[in-house]
């Protein structure tokens, strides 16, 4: 007669080598090709939840022997366990998942600290197959639950029971294709949300960059065929007013140009330095004037929307190399099973 122990072994056992962990169980499947489906109670109590139980090898093989069922049979030397030949398992392929979906639920409502064993002891009189806990990214216990049951008539039944609590707490209960349809659906919402919120910040007009005023001068005086760099402008400008250029807006080649200085007034007092507004710098004789009124105005708002214009285009920039290298950057490798049931 088989006491509780040997009830929580034999069912943690029957989970290894059943129908719906054997079949997507590759680790268990690898060491069944070894030794005519032999596994040894050494390997199997590799698995935690069984070393909870025990650690015992003899009462391990002395439980299963007390099986009602007889799906897993022991070895003569009782040091290994395999899967009953006479009952082999289903392959899992795309008809196996539609059978299953069809008689799985999933249910709500079980304390974050709740061990598997006593799901499972209080869902047995429920006609399952099979329980398995939702566990978050950090591995701890969601709550929830995805349980198989024997029949599509026995997860009907469970499903639309009117009340079925757990220590007080009444079960959230839905079939598994509704809960997975549903948070596909929160899911795409959650995305569409969040590109009608990006799409709403993009479209927002950026505040206006605001700059010093009495800070930028216009200079003309070049020829065609006369070369200038923004270096020797630069240069020169630090030279005579002892000051530096914030930018100089101006490119070799070109006949004029503007320099804006940093602070406020800072164009006023270089221009006042020069003899009759002219600046030397090398062989050129430039003719320099403040920017004021309506036409200082114009040239900032152009100056302050070829910035945020930019600024865009790099933030474009960035987030298109992000998802080049999201999509292309990353390298496979084998993920290591880790035995949780």
């Known amino acids: 007669?088989?006491?509780d122990l040997d009830q929580q072994i034999i069912r943690q056992i029957e989970y290894y080598f059943g129908d719906i962990n054997l079949p997507k169980d590759k680790f268990l499947q690898e060491k069944i090709k070894?030794?005519?489906g032999w596994v040894p109670l050494e390997v199997l109590l590799t698995f935690k939840r069984l070393a909870a139980l025990s650690t015992d090898t003899e009462v391990i093989a002395a439980a299963v022997e007390k099986s009602e069922i007889k799906l897993v049979e022991v070895s003569e030397d009782r040091k290994k366990l395999r899967r009953n030949p006479e009952k082999p398992a289903p392959e899992m392929d795309d008809e196996r998942r539609k059978e299953l979906m069809k008689r799985t639920a999933y249910a709500k409502g079980f304390p974050l600290d709740e061990e598997l064993n006593s799901i499972l002891t209080f869902?047995?009189?429920y006609g399952i197959e099979s329980c398995t806990r939702r566990s978050s990214k950090d591995h701890k216990f969601k709550g929830s639950c995805f349980?198989?049951?024997?029949?599509?008539?026995k997860c009907k039944e469970f499903i639309e029971k009117e009340t079925i609590k757990y220590k007080d707490t009444e079960l959230i209960r839905k079939w598994q294709s509704d809960y997975l349809e549903g948070k596909k659906k929160e899911i795409e919402e959650r995305k569409k949300a969040k590109k009608e919120k990006k799409g709403k910040a993009d479209e927002k007009p950026e505040k206006p960059l605001e700059f010093p005023k009495g800070a930028v001068v216009h200079f003309k005086g070049l020829e065609e065929g006369q070369t200038l760099?923004?270096?020797?402008?630069?240069?020169?400008v630090k030279e005579v007013g002892e000051t530096d250029v914030a930018f100089v807006d101006f490119s070799k080649g070109d006949l004029e140009?503007?320099?804006?200085?940093?602070?406020?007034?800072?164009?006023?007092?270089?221009?006042?330095?020069l003899t009759d507004g002219e600046l030397e710098v090398e062989t050129f004789k430039l003719k320099l004037r403040v920017l004021q009124g309506e036409e200082e105005e114009e040239y900032l708002k152009k100056t302050s929307d070829t910035v945020i214009e930019l600024r865009k285009k790099q933030k474009q920039s960035s987030r298109?190399?992000?998802?080049?290298?999201?999509?292309?950057?990353?390298?496979g490798?084998?993920?290591k099973a880790k035995k949780n049931e």
């Open 229 to 236: 760099t923004r270096e020797e402008l630069r240069d020169k």
């Open 320 to 331: 298109n190399n992000r998802k080049r290298k999201g999509n292309f950057g990353g390298h």
């Open 1 to 3: 007669m088989a006491n």
């Open 257 to 273: 140009g503007y320099l804006r200085f940093p602070e406020e007034d800072n164009a006023v007092e270089f221009v006042k330095k």
């Open 123 to 125: 869902l047995e009189a």
């Open 34 to 36: 070894e030794d005519e």
């Open 147 to 153: 349980i198989i049951f024997k029949d599509v008539d």
């Open 333 to 335: 490798r084998d993920a």
